[in-house]
């Protein structure tokens, strides 16, 4: 499941499956192309703007629907002077709804190893792209800005950024997951028209600290135009925003993952990381309960900030504090997945010592 035809050891591994492609061909041999629509009008958040009178998961969406019932009401009917139903031309509804929807177009692999799950559209993916939206629809916050992506995957949260930001950052690690990542910055530039040259994609592996090394791009080695200048890691350091989205699933990498974090949050601008993850669960031989996988670890790196701007710092590790969002607060302009209720998302601000 790799651009360019390779991995053929990963066919004998064990493959997963996210649920975003639950509707895509399970065995299809290579990478596969979806598209997700999203409205362009501001939906409303459920309960005003207090969010009052929601219980967390109660989501407004926009709707692929042609029908528009009556007088706002599903029941009510219209009929002529004789008495008979008075039908609606579903035809102009359609068009005039598909008019106001945009497509963001994603190549992925179907199903992958362990290994290159990158190559999948995962659904805390689709979630932190919601909430990008949102912000770029009812806000000017996230416009202009310096951003980057860590663990893009297929780089659907930097895809929506791009089309508000001045500059974003597309960053993973390996050729296959980045050679995606740039197909898909080049599928989408016309459609939800952004200027290519204001995206970049480049290789950050956790393993290294930050700064990465400068390269130089060599005609003779394709992987090369991953490669960081010394003027872009600057640029990087000047980021005041960062999106991760379903990097949570081992403790070795989350480990890597909030140390390379930590080291690029100390520098440059002040920054505010947008987390988003999904819950797995698994018996624990330890707690000898089903519990998240990682979970547990993933909260120990930072402090939560309480409603008084307080926080609790006893299991923390230094420098980091979290804000959890309400996700009733987040419209779901992406159609295509569904939330349910494993789905969290964390503002993380860091804080020298």
């Not at 029908?67 to 359609?94: K, Q, T």
């Not at 993952?257 to 669960?281: I, P």
Request: aromatic share 8%; net charge negative.
């Amino acid at each position: 499941m790799e651009a360019g035809g390779g991995l053929e050891a990963e066919a004998e591994e064990e493959q997963v499956m996210s649920e975003v492609h639950l509707g895509c061909p399970p065995r299809f041999p290579g990478l596969y192309l979806s598209r997700f629509t999203f409205s362009s009008r501001p939906l409303e958040i459920p309960g005003g703007d207090d969010g009052e009178g929601s219980d967390g998961r109660e989501l407004v969406a926009s709707t692929s629907s042609s029908y528009e019932p009556a007088s706002g009401s599903p029941d009510a009917v219209a009929v002529d002077d004789d008495g008979d139903l008075v039908l609606h031309r579903r035809r102009r509804n359609r068009e005039r709804r598909r008019s106001e929807d945009h497509v963001l177009a994603v190549q992925h692999g179907v199903t992958s190893s362990l290994r290159s799950v990158g190559l999948q559209v995962w659904k805390a993916a689709m979630l932190l792209t919601d909430f990008v939206l949102h912000k770029s629809f009812t806000s000017s916050e996230f416009d202009g800005v310096i951003a980057m992506e860590i663990g893009a995957g297929t780089g659907l949260v930097g895809l929506a950024q791009a089309r508000v930001a001045r500059r974003i950052f597309i960053t993973d690690r390996g050729n296959h997951i980045l050679d995606n990542c740039l197909a898909n910055v080049r599928l989408n530039s016309s459609m939800l028209k952004f200027d290519e040259a204001k995206v970049h994609v480049r290789e950050l592996d956790w393993k290294m600290s930050w700064p990465p090394p400068v390269g130089t791009h060599d005609a003779s080695d394709p992987s090369s135009i991953y490669s960081w200048s010394s003027s872009e890691i600057e640029e990087a350091e000047q980021a005041t925003l960062l999106f991760a989205a379903d990097v949570i699933y081992s403790d070795n990498l989350t480990d890597l993952f909030f140390d390379a974090v930590r080291q690029l949050m100390s520098r440059g601008a002040k920054k505010v990381l947008y987390l988003t993850l999904e819950k797995r669960y698994n018996f624990s031989l330890d707690e000898l309960d089903v519990v998240p996988n990682g979970y547990k670890h993933f909260r120990s790196f930072f402090a939560v900030q309480d409603g008084c701007g307080g926080k609790d710092n006893a299991t923390s590790k230094p420098g980091l504090v979290g804000e959890q969002v309400d996700l009733a607060r987040v419209p779901q302009y992406i159609r295509e997945y569904n939330r349910g209720k494993d789905l969290e998302m964390w503002k993380l601000m860091y804080w020298p010592d």
